[in-house]
C-alpha cells in the first residue's frame, strides 16, 4: 500500500517570502500522480499543482512549483511571494494509475501553512 | 459557474439516528465520490461512483452507504451513527478515473456532521 508522509504539521513563513513544503511518498509502483492541495479555513479542496511521475519536467503553477525527485519519492512544493490567501492547510496526495486502486487518492497527513503580515 | 455542491453544510443527527448528505454537481463528471475528513486528519476516501459503477473501500464500514440515482447527484446514507462518525464529509468528483488530464478531483465545501 502507498502511504504519504508530511513531516511538517506547522510552518509559517513572512509575507512576500519563499516557503517550501516537503512530502515523501512509499511505492513500489512506476506510474503515478502526484498532487497538492490546498484546504482554507472555510474547508474547500483546491488543487494547486500537479505532477506526473512520467514526466521529468517540475509542474509550475504561477507562484507554485514542484521539486520532483523520482529516485528519492520526494514531492515538495515551493510558494514563491507568499501571499495572507495562502495561509491554509496543505495536504500532498499520491493516486496509482493501477486500475485495481480506482481513484483513490492517498493524502499525507497535512501541514498548516501560516502567512504572517 | 460549474460546481460540486453539499447540503446541508452542517448536519446533527442523535446517536443511531439515519442521517442523509447530499452532493450534486453541474460539472457533468463522470465520477463521484465521498470522503471522510475527521478533525485534523487527512481525507480517507469512503466509496466513489465511475457512472453507476459502485466502487466501496475494503475498510468501509458497512454503516456507510452511497446512492447515485443521476450523473448529478449522489448521496452518503449512515444507517446508524455513532459518535466515531463526527467527521466532515467531503464530496469530490472528476471527468475520468485514470486519464490524465480528466482524472483532477474537485471538492465540495463539505458537510460537517455532528452526533449528539
Known amino acids: 500500500a502507498q502511504t504519504v508522509t508530511q513531516s511538517q504539521p506547522e510552518m509559517s513563513v513572512q509575507e512576500a517570502e519563499t516557503v517550501t513544503l516537503s512530502c515523501t511518498y512509499d511505492?513500489?509502483?512506476?506510474?503515478?500522480?502526484l498532487f497538492w492541495y490546498k484546504q482554507p479555513p472555510s474547508r474547500q479542496m483546491i488543487l494547486v499543482i500537479r505532477?506526473?511521475?512520467?514526466?521529468?519536467q517540475n509542474a509550475t503553477e504561477n507562484r507554485f512549483s514542484v521539486n520532483f525527485q523520482k529516485a528519492a519519492k520526494s514531492f515538495s512544493l515551493k510558494i514563491s511571494d507568499s501571499q495572507l490567501g495562502d495561509a491554509a492547510m496543505y495536504f500532498c496526495?499520491?493516486?496509482?494509475?493501477?486500475?485495481?486502486?480506482?481513484?483513490?487518492?492517498?493524502f499525507g497527513e497535512g501541514t498548516q501553512l501560516t502567512v504572517n503580515p | 459557474d460549474a460546481m460540486v455542491i453539499q447540503n446541508p453544510r452542517y448536519q446533527v443527527t442523535q446517536f443511531g439516528k439515519p442521517v442523509t448528505l447530499s452532493c450534486s454537481q453541474t460539472l457533468n463528471h463522470n465520477v463521484m465520490y465521498w470522503y471522510q475528513q475527521k478533525s485534523s486528519q487527512a481525507p480517507k476516501l469512503l466509496f466513489h461512483?465511475?457512472?453507476?459503477?459502485?466502487?466501496n473501500e475494503a475498510d468501509t464500514p458497512d454503516n456507510f452507504q452511497s446512492r447515485r440515482p443521476n450523473t448529478s447527484f449522489c448521496f452518503l446514507d449512515i444507517r446508524s451513527p455513532g459518535l466515531g462518525d463526527a467527521a466532515m464529509y467531503l464530496c469530490a468528483t472528476s471527468r475520468d478515473r485514470r486519464r490524465s488530464g480528466t482524472d483532477t478531483q474537485y471538492f465540495g465545501p463539505g458537510t460537517r456532521l455532528t452526533v449528539l
Open positions: 461512483y465511475y457512472d453507476k459503477d459502485f466502487n
Open positions: 511505492t513500489s509502483e512506476s506510474d503515478y500522480y
Open positions: 505532477q506526473e511521475a512520467y514526466k521529468q
Open positions: 496526495a499520491y493516486r496509482s494509475d493501477r486500475e485495481t486502486s480506482g481513484s483513490r487518492l492517498t
